[in-house]
């Protein structure tokens, strides 16, 4: 195996894999358009195979029931789920702590246990509009906070029961300020849906104006001051997990389009006959190989590293250089196929619209770049 990923590991993708063909693949001709969500029973029976195997249990804390699992199986899991490009695996994991994974007391009660027992949903309020005057910010009274702004790219937003908002709270005097994540409930009065919208790969956000919101200091999690580095360690473990996934769909493109260019085609042959075929087909194996080469040493690094930072710069790196990859092997892939990879409903038009999110979300391309260069120049982190 190119990644040597060990006796254990091996025996986890065959587990997956075994799930992906006996389970998912059957359930799949239950499914309706592309771009409908999976019906109700077919998401529990997904859900139902996946606690049996194990697999759902994977992102959750081992004190709800989880199983603890480190970044490496984790990105073996992932990856082999992607490279299904199933459109049941999204149901495959039980929903994670995310940014609440340390909540206690009241917080913990309210929100991150309904969250794991899938009662809750939240939603993660951190982007502000390009044009936004002053970033969120929050005022103490008494027990309270008092917040005011606008987030503008809330996903799943009209559906969640909760909000984890970043704020700044402004230094009074009293108390220092410093950034803070605070639980906002929806419903809560000066909290104003201001538009529900959707993006190019089929998701759905809104925009959420906070105005004078009024939310107990017992909702902040964690301290005040905290917010911005708990804000990107929950960041940095959702980019490996996109990386593992632009792995895994590079593969499953990758093999597409060799079963594609090796048919018989209307030109007498194959398009693989063709040796500029052969070159573009010869480059996307070049990249995929080399996604997958990357994606599985900074897995390991992770694996090895006590704390997340010690990771980081790689992470961003494979995050920036995956999600890229996969935006070009698509692009060729759809070139080698001509016509046809553009009808709506194709898969290689799908993952167009799909992959293409990927670049911004998680932090865009560029901006990771530069925090690379910044880990280096100013605090001599980062390896090559
Ligand atoms: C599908 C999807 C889901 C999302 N879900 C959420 C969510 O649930 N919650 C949430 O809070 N946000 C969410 N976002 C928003 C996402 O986090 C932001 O789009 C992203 O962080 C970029 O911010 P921005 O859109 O404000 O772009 P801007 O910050 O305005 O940047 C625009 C562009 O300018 C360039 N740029 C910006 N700064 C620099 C710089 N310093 N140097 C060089 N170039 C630069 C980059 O090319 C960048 O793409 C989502 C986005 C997408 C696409």
């Given at each position: 195996m190119p990644e040597s990923i060990g006796a254990e590991l091996e025996a986890l993708r065959a587990k997956v894999q075994a799930f992906i063909d006996d389970d998912l693949r059957p359930l799949e001709t239950a499914l309706g358009e592309d771009g409908e969500e999976a019906s109700e029973e077919t998401r529990r029976r997904v859900r139902e195979r996946s606690r049996e195997l194990g697999l759902f249990q994977m992102t959750q804390p081992e004190e709800f029931g989880g199983v603890r699992t480190g970044p490496l199986a984790l990105t073996v899991v992932r990856e082999t789920l992607a490279a299904a490009n199933s459109r049941l695996t999204r149901y495959v994991f039980g929903p994670g702590p995310?940014?609440?994974?340390?909540?206690?007391?009241?917080?913990?009660?309210?929100?991150?246990?309904?969250?794991?027992?899938?009662?809750?949903?939240?939603?993660?309020?951190?982007?502000?509009?390009?044009?936004?005057?002053?970033?969120?910010w929050a005022t103490?009274?008494?027990?309270?906070?008092?917040?005011?702004?606008?987030?503008?790219?809330?996903?799943?937003?009209?559906?969640?029961?909760?909000?984890?908002v970043l704020v700044n709270v402004e230094d009074d005097g009293s108390a220092p300020g410093g950034t803070a994540l605070v639980v906002i409930d929806r419903g809560t009065p000066g909290l104003v849906m201001q538009r529900e919208f959707r993006s190019l790969e089929g998701g759905g956000h809104i925009d959420l104006r906070i105005e004078g919101v009024r939310v107990p200091q017992a909702n902040v999690v964690g301290k005040i001051g905290e917010g911005m580095p708990r804000a990107l360690g929950n960041i940095t473990s959702m980019r490996l997990g996109l990386a593992a996934q632009a792995s895994g769909l590079a593969m499953w493109v990758t093999e597409f389009t060799e079963r594609s260019i090796t048919a018989p085609h209307r030109g007498g042959g194959k398009l693989a006959d063709r040796e500029g075929v052969r070159l573009h087909y010869g480059e996307m194996r070049m990249q995929t190989y080399a996604v997958r080469s990357m994606l599985y040493r900074t897995a390991r690094l992770a694996e090895a590293s006590s704390k997340e930072e010690e990771s980081m710069n790689e992470i961003m790196a494979t995050k920036v250089f995956a999600t890229e990859t996969l935006g070009r092997v698509v692009d060729t892939a759809i070139q080698l196929a001509g016509g046809q990879a553009l009808i709506i409903g194709?898969?290689?038009?799908?993952?167009?619209?799909?992959?293409?999110?990927?670049?911004?979300?998680?932090?865009?391309?560029?901006?990771?770049?530069?925090?690379?260069?910044r880990g280096r120049v100013e605090f001599g982190s980062g390896r090559l």
């Open positions: 995310g940014a609440l994974g340390s909540a206690t007391g009241e917080l913990r009660a309210r929100y991150l246990e309904p969250v794991l027992r899938g009662e809750k949903q939240g939603a993660w309020a951190f982007t502000e509009p390009g044009d936004a005057q002053r970033p969120t103490r009274d008494g027990d309270d906070l008092v917040v005011t702004g606008r987030k503008s790219y809330v996903s799943g937003g009209a559906e969640a029961d909760f909000y984890t194709h898969p290689l038009e799908r993952l167009y619209r799909e992959v293409r999110s990927w670049r911004i979300a998680e932090g865009p391309s560029d901006v990771l770049r530069l925090n690379i260069a």
